[in-house]
C-alpha cells in the first residue's frame, strides 16, 4: 500500500524504502564513498549487483511516473528524482534552494577539507566556488597552464611505460603512482612529485571519511594535512596549479581546503582515464580513431574519458538537499529534504537510453549531449569545475600512452564494447603492454 494522497508528493512504502537503501545505496555505501574498497569492487564487478539499482528505480518510474519519490528516513525526509525535468530543475536551481551542501556530503568531507566550496553556503560557497572556478578555468576548454601540463604528462608517462614494457604489464598501482606524481606536479610543482606522503595523509582521512558522522574526525592529521598544503601554495611555483589559486585566493577561500577536494578528486579522474584507455584496448577500431586524434583539442579522446564516466561514473550519487519549502506541481516538498539524483540511473537506463550499455563516444562529438541528461560531471552552476581540467589532462594523458606502445586486455578480462558491466574493476584490471614494431 503506498500513501498517495492528492495534495502529496508519492511516499514509498516502509518496504520499498528499505528496498531502495539496499539495493541502490547498499553497494554505494559498501564500495566506500570517499575512498573505494578494492574487494567490495571486485564482488560488484563479479556479480554485476549494481545493476539491479537501475532496475528498481525503473519500475518506480513505471509505478509512480515522474515522480519524484519520497522516503521518510530516521530524522529527514529523503527525495528521489525519476525525471530528467526534475534533474534540470534541481540542477540549475543550485545552490539555492538545492544546497550542495547536504547532510551526509557535509558529514564526510569535513574529515578532510571543512571549508570546501561543496559543503558551504551563502557568500562563503560563492567565494570558494568563484576562487575553484578561477585557478581550474572551468570555462576554457585547454587551461592556460596546457603546455607545462603535457610536458609533465609526457615524462611521467615516458618512465611509467620503459618500467612496464620490461615486464609487459601495465596494473592500475603502477598507474595511479604516475597518475598523482602528474597531480602533484601541476599542482605545486616539481618538487612535490615524490610527496606520496602528502596522497598516503589524504587517504588516510578519507577512509575515515568513508564512515562519515560514524567516525571521529581525525583532527590532528587533518590539520597535517592542511597545513601541508599550506606551506606548498605560501611559495607557489611558478607555472602551476597553486600559482593560480595564490593570485585570487582570499583569506575566507580558504585555497587549502579547495585543494583537499582536488587532490581527493583526482583519483577518480585517473580511476576514469585508466577505464578509458581498457575500453579503447578491447577494441582496434576504437584504438585507431584514439591514435588518429586531431591534436590540441583531442575531441575523440575527451569523448572516450566522457564515456568512461557515464557508464562507470566516479560520482554516482549527486546530493543536494533544499534549503527552503519548495513546490513541485502544487505539491510541497519540505525545507531540508535530501534529493538524490542517482547518475547510473540516468546514465544506464535501457528503457530511454539507445546506447545504455553501449561505448558511445559519438554521443559526446556534436556538443553535450541534451535530450536527455548525461552529467558525470553534474551540471548547472554545481558542475564540476575541474570537467574541461579532467578532459584536458586525461586526452593528454591517453595520447601519451597510445603513442608508441600497443595495450591489450587478458584474455580473463575481455571487454564487449557493446554490452559493457555496470561495474569495471580497476583494481584487479592489468594490461598487456608491449612497444610498437
Ligand atoms: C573523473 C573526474 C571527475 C569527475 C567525474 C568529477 C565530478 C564532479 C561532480 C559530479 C561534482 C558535483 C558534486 C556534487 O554536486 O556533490 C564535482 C564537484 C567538484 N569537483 Fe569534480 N570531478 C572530477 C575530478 C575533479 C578534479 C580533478 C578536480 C580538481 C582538480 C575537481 C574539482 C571539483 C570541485 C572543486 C567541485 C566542487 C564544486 C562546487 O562546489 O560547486 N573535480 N565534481
Known sequence: MTNTLPSELVRLTAVETALVLAVVGGPLLAKGVMVRRPWVVGVLHATGLERYAVALLQRQRRRYGDGPVMMRLPGREQAVLLSPDHVRRVLAETPEPFETDSSEKHATLTHFEPKGSLISRGTARAERRALNDRAL????????LAPQFHNIIAEEIAALLQMSSETGELGWGAFK???????????????????QALTDMLIRLRSAANWAFLHLKRRTLRARFLSRVAAYLHVPAPGTLAERLAAHATRRAAAEDQVGQWLFAFDAAGIATFRALAVLASTDRFMERAR???VPEMPFLRASLLESVRLWPTTPAILRQSDRATDWNGNVMRKDTGVLIHTPFLHRDDERLPFAHRFAPDAWLDGEPTVWPLIPFSAGPGECPAKN?????????????????????????????????????????VLRVRLAN
Open 389 to 429: 581540467l579532467v578532459l584536458l589532462l586525461a586526452s593528454n594523458t591517453l595520447a601519451a600512452m597510445l603513442d608508441r606502445h600497443r595495450f591489450a586486455l587478458p584474455p580473463s578480462r575481455r571487454i564487449d564494447p557493446d554490452q559493457l558491466p555496470a561495474t569495471l574493476d580497476q583494481f584487479s584490471l
Open 137 to 144: 578555468e572551468s570555462n576554457r576548454p585547454i587551461h592556460s
Open 292 to 294: 588518429g586524434d586531431a
Open 177 to 195: 603512482d604516475h597518475w598523482f606524481r602528474i597531480a602533484r606536479r601541476c599542482l605545486f610543482g616539481d618538487h612535490a612529485a615524490d610527496d
